[in-house]
C-alpha cells in the first residue's frame, strides 16, 4: 500500500499500524530518520492510533506521517508556507476533519525533520524521542483545524497538546 508524499512522489510506508486498529496509519522514513538512532516506528504508530481515538475520531480515518530530511522539509516550508529555511513538522490538511467527527476520511500529512527533532531535543535537554511525541501531536492537532496564530488559540491548542502527551507518557509508563 503505497502513499504519496507531501511533494508527490509515492513512497512505501514502514509499517502500518494496529492491524486490529480502527484507523490507517502509514509512516514513511525517507532521509529523515538518520539522525533519529531510536526511531521507533510502531511507537510512533502507537502514538498516532491514541491521538486519533482521544479526539474521538471516526473508524476507517487514515492519517499519514513521513520523516523526512532538512532539504526537503525546508523545500515545503518555502513551497507551502513562503518561509525560508528547515522547520520541525509540516502539517498537510486532505478532507478538513475535526475531532469528533462522526464520518471517517483522510486527516493527510504529518512531516517531521528528524534532524531538526534532534536538535531541538538536545537544546531541551530531553530525549529526541519525546521530542517526535511532540511534533507529531502539534502536527495532528494542526490537521485537525487547531492554531497558535492568536493567543487564545495558542492557550488552547498548546493546553490540549499537554494534555494529550501527560495522558499518553501516563499510560505508557503504567
Not at 504508530?45 to 474521538?56: V, W
Not at 517531521?112 to 495532528?140: F, M, R, Y
Request: some cysteine; charged content about 20%.
Amino acid at each position: 500500500c503505497a502513499s504519496r508524499s507531501s511533494a508527490g512522489e509515492a513512497t512505501q510506508p514502514a509499517v502500518i499500524a494496529h492491524p486490529m486498529s480502527d484507523y490507517e496509519i502509514d509512516i514513511t522514513c525517507d532521509d529523515g530518520c538518520e539522525p533519529y538512532a531510536g526511531w521507533q516506528p510502531q511507537k510512533t504508530a502507537d502514538l498516532a492510533d491514541f491521538l486519533l481515538q482521544e479526539l474521538k475520531m471516526a473508524a476507517g480515518c487514515d492519517l499519514s506521517i513521513a520523516f523526512i530530511g532538512e532539504e526537503h522539509i525546508a523545500q515545503l516550508h518555502v513551497q507551502w508556507l513562503d518561509e525560508p529555511g528547515a522547520t520541525d513538522v509540516m502539517s498537510f490538511p486532505m478532507d478538513e476533519l475535526r475531532a469528533g467527527d462522526a464520518q471517517p476520511g483522510s486527516l493527510g500529512d504529518v512531516a517531521i525533520c528528524g534532524t531538526v527533532a534532534a536538535k531541538q531535543a538536545l537544546e531541551a535537554g530531553h530525549p529526541v524521542s519525546d521530542e517526535v511525541e511532540l511534533l507529531l501531536t502539534h502536527g495532528v492537532l494542526h490537521l485537525l483545524g487547531h492554531d497558535h496564530a492568536e493567543p487564545e488559540e495558542h492557550q488552547l491548542m498548546f493546553g490540549l497538546q499537554a494534555s494529550l502527551l501527560q495522558k499518553w507518557r501516563e499510560g505508557r509508563s503504567a
